[in-house]
Each structure stands twice: as C-alpha cells, then as structure tokens.
C-alpha cells in the first residue's frame, strides 16, 4: 500500500499522519508552530514519524500534502498568511527538496472542502461549498466535480466585506465576513452580552463556542441573543455565497458545528429565508462537516494523491 503523508499547520499547532488511498489515518502527530524559519525542521521530524507508522503498516510514503491558512499560489508558495504571519515563503519547494517526495501545498480551508467532498458531508453532488469556522474564516468551492480555488488559488471567501466600513482585519481591510462570524467573533459577542446580563450564565464560565450553544440550550438570554446576532454574522455571508455559487450543499465546519441542530436549524432557516428565490427552483442543504479534526490532514493527502496517480 502507498499512503500519503498529510499535514495541517495551523496557527498554534501542526498535525501530520500518513493516510491511506481510502482518507484512513494511520496514527496523528502533534507539534506545535513555530517560527517560519523553524518550520522546515518541525516538519522534518513529524514527517519522519509519519514515515514510520507507514513501515510499520507495511506500506511505504509516496507524497507529502499540506494545507496551510493564506493565500497560497497555486505552485505551492505561500504568498501572505495573516494567521502564520508568513510572506512570499516558498514551503513547498523547501519541504520537496528535503524529503525528495512530490510536495504539495493547498489553503486549508480547501483541503477541508476537498476532505468533505470525497469522504463526508459533500458526498453525492457536483457543486458544493464549505465555510470552515475558527479563528478566521475558511471557505472552498467544488464547482461541477472540481476543487475551484480562483486564479492563483487567490480566492478568500472569508474576506469579502459584510460590514462596510467594519472593523479592522487582520488581512488589512475593514469589515471582512470573518471579523464577524469567526468562532472568535463568537466570543467576542457572546462577552458583550454576559456584560449586558450580569444574571447570565455565561458570566460562570469559560466562554467558548459550544459553552455559548450549552447555554442557548438551557434558555439563557444572554446567550440566545448572542447566537441570534451570530447566525446572522455568519448567514449573511453565506447568503452572499450562495447567490454567487449557489451549490447543492454548502457544508459548515469546524467550532460551532460540534453543536449540531441546534446551531444549524436556525442558520439554515436564516440563510434559505434571505436568498435570491429561496431555494424552491434549486434546492441548497445546509449540513455540519463530518470529518472532524481530521478534514485538514485527509483533504492535504487528497490532493497530494493526484501526483502520484
Ligand atoms: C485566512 C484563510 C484561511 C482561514 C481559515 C483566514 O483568516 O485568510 O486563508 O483559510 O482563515 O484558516
């Protein structure tokens, strides 16, 4: 058997397994982000533990795929990562070079999208979008049957402007969509309304994304106001997608997706609602991701597989 190794870095940590031809992990590394000019050589020794669990399962390595955040062109270079803090940092030609393994590298959120389309959430349609949902947002496209990342694998779903005029992204511009729907847009909101609520229980705990949707469930105002103010974050971006894409299925994942129905429910209902015709002439499903934390290394390796084919 050939696997592939996959690796997601992400902005606080890096995880790398070799995967087999049917998106199965053999065994997940971890390690944390480091400095661009240490990257390499973190790299190096999650690879050579991937490398491992393949010998071990009595297959060898025959690529490398990565997924990274940014604008990553589509030769591998990563061209500006406001969540790595990275510039014009070819990646892909110093990992090939070192290992001597076909090297690929592709925007995370696309990685998550393809993961989605071969192996969850996205299976059964041609064109589908996902909206990946952390500290920024992700977003990616398969139109008719094909991954679409844009001319240079420039596009930036997570960058359009829903608030004109909003405020300041990391990405230099005012009022980008993930300012106000990401998962820490979540926080953000959800602090200003346990202000408001000094009774709320959000108040007695950590605030993070699923604590927000445990109190929405156990009828706390603050927080079902700040969801209410979310959904809306997040649907009026993905209304202005839709009208563009309009996909059979536009799969959400990430944070808040581990809440399930209660949080998609009324953001499938906010989203049909405020789309160009409703869906009654082309239908849209609104669903969670299905593959987890792994979408990023799965959808790396996927793409890496076309190298080798
Ligand atoms: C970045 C994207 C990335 C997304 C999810 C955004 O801030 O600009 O490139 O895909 O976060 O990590």
Known sequence: MRTIIGIDIG??????????????????HTAETPKQEELVCVLESLVRLCKADA???????AAIGMGSPGIISTDGKVLFSNNLR???FDLRAEVEKKFQLPTSLLNDAFCATLAEYRFGAGRGVKNMAMVT????????AVINGELFTGTNSC?????????????????GSKGCWEMYASASALIRIAKGYAQKYPESALNAKEITGLAVADCVRAGDRAASEAMQEYIANLGDGMVSACNILRPERMVVGGGLSGA????????????????????????LDIVCAQMGNAAGIIGAAAYASRMIE
Do not use: Q, W
């Not at 949902?133 to 990616?140: L, Y």
């Not at 989203?271 to 409703?278: C, D, E, P, Q, R």
């Open 55 to 61: 010998v071990e399962a009595g297959a060898s390595a």
């Open 11 to 28: 902005g606080t940590s890096i995880k790398a397994s070799a995967v087999s031809p049917n998106g199965r992990l053999l065994c997940i």
């Open 155 to 171: 596009m930036a779903g997570g960058h359009i402007i829903t608030h004109a005029g909003g405020l300041d992204c990391t990405c």
């Open 260 to 283: 399930g129905e209660l949080f998609i429910e009324p953001l499938r209902e906010y989203v049909l609602n405020k789309m160009f015709i409703g869906a009654d002439y082309a239908p």
């Open 133 to 140: 949902i952390g500290t920024g947002i992700g977003f990616g």
């Open 86 to 88: 990275m510039r014009n």
